[in-house]
């Protein structure tokens, strides 16, 4: 297959993380002969620093040309630290959802049983949980009108949704319940807000066409203490922009790391797949970050091409390195951390070899294709 790919390295981690995702793409081009052109582009501060705009007309022209986007992470403290500031990073990545039209943003929540140990919830909780968020992710609170008054004393943020921006979500969604486990909970706050209710009345209007899917309604604050005290309980949550935000990061704890979560955004041509953790100043250039979320955003994108047995190639380096013990130190618990790039390497690596790699202590087994 031949695909014209925009990779976004971003902030922060960014570049490193989509480093070890560029290594493992490389790695599926050589293995099953495909042709993923991978072409870089500045975004988020870095674009700031350079052109003095988040999403150059450069960049979004090459995102609108490609098939897919492959996204590290945006941001910047000193950005975040200075309210007055006119332009920011982020202002960029809203630019492109809109832009690309990407209103659903999938992550997945999974857990690991060797991550067990990681997680700060009970094991007895971890058992069973499989769940998949879908968050609409051009509407709401986050594109609404934004107004400060003229005395810089009182602000808002206008919250709005039309019924055909939720029910496209809502069918997508609807869709994925129907190959999954038939289970949907819509995460609202209807018992005070008028774009909720509006959720309500278009989600009961579409269950009526699938009539297998139970549906349940959740307001979000009882939806965040529940996924953490029963996250077994949940197949797929559908959610607002602003809720799908606050609900993932917290759910990224039951897996043990914000590292190790996916993510996908699609909406009408172009797709977008980036891990959902931010830009973790702290740990830019170190090395250390946890590269598995970005490598696991291309095997979404592989599936999102169809290609189902690369998404499970690379889902199976990525266990083969948790099982081997090749991890970052947001998951290596007692265990000797690796670096960012040895994991990134060791996966590659892995897809190299079809899986036929063997770990002896610190020794790999080396071919000519796969030196580590
Ligand atoms: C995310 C991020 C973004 C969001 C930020 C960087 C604007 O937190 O993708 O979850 O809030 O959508
Ligand atoms: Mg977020």
């Known amino acids: ?3 014209k790919i925009t990779v976004l390295p971003g902030d922060g981690i960014g570049p490193e993380v989509v480093a070890q995702g560029v290594k493992v793409i490389e790695a599926i081009n050589h293995l099953f002969d495909h042709k993923f052109h991978l072409k870089e582009a500045d975004f988020g501060a ?3 620093d350079k052109h003095g705009t988040p999403l150059t007309d450069s960049t979004l022209n090459s995102c609108l040309e490609s098939d897919a986007v492959f996204l590290g992470a945006i941001g910047d403290p000193k ?3 200075d309210p007055s500031l006119p332009v920011r990073p982020e202002q960029g990545l809203l630019k492109l959802r809109k832009s690309l039209e990407l209103f659903s943003n999938v992550r997945p929540i999974t857990t690991y049983s060797i991550l067990n140990d990681v997680s700060p919830l009970k094991n007895h909780l971890l058992e069973n949980v499989d769940m998949v968020i879908y968050r609409e992710l051009t509407g709401g609170i986050y ?3 934004k107004k400060k008054s003229e005395d810089g004393t009182s602000a808002s943020d206008l ?6 921006e939720i029910s496209r979500i809502a069918y997508q969604a609807f869709e994925a319940a129907t190959n999954r486990r038939n289970k949907l909970t819509l995460v609202d706050k209807a018992n005070v807000l008028e774009t909720s209710r509006l959720w309500r009345k278009v989600v009961q209007e579409i269950s009526q066409e699938y009539p297998k899917v139970t549906v349940d309604y959740l307001f979000v604050d009882n939806a965040a203490m529940q996924v953490m005290a029963n996250p ?3 197949d797929l949550i559908l959610t607002e922009n602003m809720f799908g935000d606050i609900i993932s990061d917290l759910a990224s704890v039951i897996t043990g790391s914000l590292g190790m979560l996916p993510s996908a955004s699609v909406g009408k041509k172009v797709a977008m797949f980036e891990p959902i953790h931010g830009s973790y100043p702290q740990a830019k250039g170190q090395d250390l970050a946890n590269p598995m979320a970005s490598i696991l955003s291309v095997a979404m994108m592989y599936e999102h091409f169809g290609l189902f047995q690369e998404a499970e190639m690379i889902r199976n380096g990525v266990k083969w390195a948790m099982n081997n013990e ?22 590659a690596c892995y897809i190299e ?8 202590s610190d020794t790999v087994r080396v071919s000519l294709n796969c030196i580590i």
């Open 326 to 347: 090749v991890v970052t130190q947001d998951i290596a618990g007692d265990r000797e951390p690796s670096t960012c790039s040895k994991v990134g390497d060791m996966i």
């Open 232 to 234: 077994g309980q949940f």
């Open 353 to 360: 070899e079809r899986g036929n790699v063997n770990i002896k």
């Open 79 to 81: 950005f975040d630290n």
């Open 46 to 48: 870095i674009s700031i």
């Open 1 to 3: 297959m031949e695909k």
């Open 143 to 145: 594109f609404g009108e």
């Open 159 to 164: 919250c709005s949704y039309s019924d055909w």
